[in-house]
């Protein structure tokens, strides 16, 4: 059984450009979601999708915007980047509304903005 | 979302018992009680869950106070390897429950 991956690793971003971020489910999962953890910090929730609409939010500005694909891969889109949205950008994927279930984290993308 | 505390760090020794504990005061009675460890590099990892009874699986063991108002996560033998932090977090059946509200955690030190 395959994992969450994400890709890339680590990006470095100048202020004000786009970024796009991807990721791709655990088989069998059709639930993703987003998570920023600054350094030092707890991830904080970004927003969740589910057959490919969005069904949750966290307090984020709406230039963090997703999709979902119908093979259930994801990709996190940050507009117009601040030298705050400097974060590991973590993945989950898990069965939907499962709060029986755990979720499955990738290792993340380490975004740089300089 | 219900508020968990943890203690900010706790150290123990390689193959002795570690006892992390969680208070969780303002608990629900639908929410669950879930554990998340942060290895250093990694993305969290689910380590255990529960509602109301103890909870055994090959990671670790939850046990779960009889008011629901705290628990433990019990690492029976811990090894250089269970070094990481470790997230108690609480799960509920409303809209909230789509998400994982992590807090600060606590930074397990293992020694050899």
Redesign the interface.
């Given at each position: 059984e395959t994992g969450v991956t994400q890709s890339p690793t680590h990006l470095i971003k100048t202020r004000g450009q786009q970024v796009t971020l991807r990721c791709s489910s655990q088989s069998g999962h059709n639930t993703v979601s987003w998570y920023q953890q600054a350094l030092g910090q707890g991830p904080q929730f970004i927003f969740q999708y589910y057959r490919e609409e969005e069904n949750g939010r966290g307090n984020f500005p709406p230039r963090f915007s997703g999709l979902q694909f119908p093979n259930y891969s994801s990709e996190l889109n940050v507009n117009a980047l601040e030298l705050d949205d400097s974060a590991l950008y973590l993945c989950a994927s898990s069965f939907p509304g499962g709060v029986g279930y755990g979720y499955t984290f990738g290792s993340g993308t380490r975004l740089t903005v300089v | 979302d219900a508020k968990t505390t943890q203690p900010n760090s706790m150290e123990s020794n390689e193959e002795e018992p570690v006892h992390l504990p969680c208070n969780h005061s303002t608990i629900s009675g639908t929410d669950?009680i879930?554990w998340?460890r942060q290895l250093p590099?990694?993305?969290?990892?689910?380590v255990i869950?529960g509602?109301t009874s103890n909870v055994n699986n090959r990671m670790a063991s939850l046990a779960i106070a009889e008011d629901r108002k705290s628990s433990t996560l019990i690492l029976h033998r811990a090894t250089l390897r269970d070094a990481a932090?470790y997230?108690c977090i609480l799960?509920?059946?409303e809209?909230?429950?789509?998400?994982?509200?992590?807090?600060?955690?606590t930074q397990l030190t293992v020694n050899p």
């Open positions: - | 669950y879930h998340y590099s990694q993305g969290p990892e689910y869950h509602l932090v997230y799960r509920g059946r809209t909230s429950g789509s998400r994982l509200t992590f807090g600060e955690g």
